[in-house]
């Protein structure tokens, strides 16, 4: 009964290739989100959709493509990977107004060889 | 520039003494603050928040939080630690648009780690 669940826990590949991490969340919640967090565990904002309505786009290279097919997914797909996108993706979700609390996901942690 | 401060990476404290892990804040208006924590492997968990009204907040996990407006702080406190809340702490402000209401975004501060010897 895992809340927000994302797939793979852990993703190893090759510089160049491309990827995709999927997440879903069986909360009911109405805003999903990805952050990104580094290897001194500096977490960042990359992506908001509220109703499959991308709402919040943070400066990210275009080699990442979020996509929302219902309110309970957000998936993320990365073109090109390059050593520097090595880090922990989060995704999260929250419900309604901005007081509600974020519920995280385990994280994917990418590795690029 | 809107941003979070959490000044020390890391925060040693005996089991049974009382703990606090600071945090400062440097937004326009008054903004949503949360505490959140993290365990090796995992994701964050929501501690507490402030918004209004109180402010001393009550959490999860018998912490609390004391939102102070003149110093722009949220410092997290908890009376007698535990080895248990061993964790990283991350401090996290919802900054409020121009109109007054919030936006989505959390901004989070760098995280402080918690080590709590037996």
């Known amino acids: 009964d895992t809340a927000v669940s994302q797939t793979p826990k852990y993703l190893v590949t090759q510089m160049g290739n491309d990827k995709s991490i999927k997440c879903e969340q069986n909360?009911?919640?109405?805003?999903m989100y990805w952050y990104k967090q580094d290897s001194k565990k500096f977490l960042k904002i990359m992506f908001s959709y509220n109703n499959k309505e991308l709402i919040i786009n943070e400066t990210v290279p275009n080699r990442f493509s979020p996509k929302s097919p219902d309110k309970a997914h957000l998936n993320l797909h990365i073109n090109s990977l390059e050593l520097g996108d090595s880090a922990v993706y989060f995704c999260?979700?929250?419900?309604?107004?901005?007081?509600?609390?974020?519920?995280f996901g385990d994280g994917t942690r990418l590795s690029i060889l | 520039a809107q941003s979070v401060a959490q000044p020390e990476d890391q925060v040693n404290v005996a089991e049974g003494n009382p703990l606090t892990v600071k945090c400062t804040y440097s937004?326009?208006?008054?903004?949503?603050l949360f505490w959140y924590v993290q365990y090796p492997n995992r994701g964050l968990q929501f501690l507490l928040k402030y918004i209004t009204g109180d402010n001393l907040v009550k959490g999860s996990y018998g912490f609390e939080a004391e939102f102070n407006k003149s110093q722009t702080s949220f410092h997290l406190k908890k009376p007698s630690a535990l080895v248990s809340d061993s964790a990283l702490y991350f401090c996290a402000v919802r900054p409020l648009m121009n109109y007054g209401g919030a936006t989505n975004k959390l901004i989070f501060g760098t995280g402080t780690l918690l080590a709590v010897q037996p």
């Open positions: 999260a979700s929250s419900q309604g107004g901005q007081a509600q609390p974020q519920h």
């Open positions: 909360l009911g919640h109405d805003t």
């Open positions: 937004v326009s208006g008054n903004p949503y």
